[in-house]
């Protein structure tokens, strides 16, 4: 077992882990922007519809982050032989 690998595939794990958890601080960011922006009586258009595209590439970057660590956190497991079999 390579152990300079399965160190530099935590390290890697580590790091998409402080993406996902930057990615769910701009979608709550995005979506209190967004109730604020709708609680304004003339209710600026542009600025709800970048909020709202804003949200929706959050909810992307978190799907795809996700993803991203089940399938390194799964190689690292089978690297260390404890997948489940």
Do not use: F
């Amino acid at each position: 077992m390579n152990h300079r690998l399965i160190s530099d595939m935590e390290r890697d794990l580590s790091w998409w882990w402080e993406d996902l958890r930057g990615a769910s601080a701009r979608l709550r960011d995005y979506q209190r922007h967004l109730i604020a922006c709708r609680q304004i009586s003339p209710r600026p258009r542009a600025s709800i519809a970048l909020t709202l595209r804003q949200c929706v590439a959050a909810r992307k970057l978190r799907a795809h982050t996700t993803l991203v660590i089940k399938a390194r956190r799964g190689g690292l497991n089978s690297l260390l032989g404890t997948a489940a079999q």
